[in-house]
Structure formats: C-alpha cells, structure tokens
C-alpha cells in the first residue's frame, strides 16, 4: 500500500521562530488528507500575535482540518486568546474543523475562563505541579 504525498503542504513544514515565538507546522503527508498540526510555544502575547495570525492564516485557508497545541507557554495575553477566537470564527465561516489543545498554568486558565473562551479550548491540562 502505497501514501501519495501532499506536495502543496510541504510549504507549511517546519518551525519558525520570531518575536519571542515558536510555531510548529506539521501537515499531513496524506495526499486525500487535509489536515495540519500547528504547534505555538513561548510567548503569544499582543507583540507576538500579528506574526502568529500572518503564519498561520494561510494554513487556514489551505487545509480543511486544522490541529494547533499550545505548548511550553511561558506568557500568554488576552490578545492571543482572542486571535484564537479568530481563528475559530474564520474557520466555521469557510466549513472548516479547528481544535485548540493547551497545555496552561492555572492563572492562565483563569485568564481564559475570565475572559469568557472556556469553550475555545477543547483540551486543557494545567502545568502547575
């Protein structure tokens, strides 16, 4: 059994890094798949929320599935949470799938929660020991 390649995606593979922030891309190697894992790490904040939002809006459009983990978060601000909203309406309105997986400290869990996008977040674990 053979995998065709989804050479249209190879462009999105890799990691970038800039303004405090690391993404993550990670498109499946499927050709009849559409589908792409975006990891975020470090700090997405207000400085580093318009490089997320210009890196990621393509994959948005390019895919029909897409997967972004928020991970290592070492600071993360209401203008971030609310470029994940963003995202989220952007891709119900092209009938597209995101899922938002974070790995958060219990104050940034409580920023989220606050803030009223409980519900952005399908899985959440706490980093706090």
Same mark, same amino acid.
Request: zero cysteines; aromatic letters at 6%.
């Given at each position: 059994?053979?995998?065709?390649?989804?050479t249209t995606?190879?462009?999105?593979? *890799?990691?970038?890094?800039?303004? *405090?922030? !690391?993404?993550?891309?990670t498109p #499946?190697?499927?050709?009849?798949?559409?589908?792409?894992?975006?990891?975020?790490?470090?700090?997405?904040?207000?400085?580093?929320?318009?490089?997320?939002?210009?890196?990621? $809006?393509?994959?948005?459009?390019?895919?029909?599935?897409?997967?972004? &983990?928020?991970?290592?978060?070492?600071?993360?601000?209401? #203008?971030?949470?609310?470029? $994940?909203?963003?995202?989220?309406?952007?891709?119900?309105?092209?009938? !597209?799938?995101?899922?938002?997986?974070?790995?958060?400290?219990?104050?940034?869990? &409580? $920023?989220?929660?606050?803030?009223?996008?409980?519900?952005?977040?399908?899985?959440?674990?706490?980093?706090?020991?």
């Amino acid at each position: 059994m053979s995998t065709e390649i989804n050479t249209t995606s190879l462009s999105f593979v *890799g990691t970038q890094e800039e303004q *405090g922030v !690391k993404l993550i891309f990670t498109p #499946s190697k499927r050709k009849k798949t559409k589908k792409i894992n975006i990891g975020i790490e470090g700090i997405f904040n207000l400085s580093s929320a318009n490089y997320v939002r210009e890196s990621i $809006l393509p994959a948005i459009y390019e895919f029909e599935t897409i997967d972004i &983990s928020l991970k290592n978060i070492q600071q993360i601000d209401l #203008s971030a949470l609310q470029l $994940l909203h963003y995202m989220q309406q952007l891709t119900i309105e092209n009938q !597209k799938q995101i899922s938002f997986d974070a790995e958060l400290s219990t104050e940034d869990r &409580s $920023l989220l929660f606050n803030a009223g996008l409980k519900q952005l977040i399908t899985k959440a674990t706490l980093t706090d020991k």
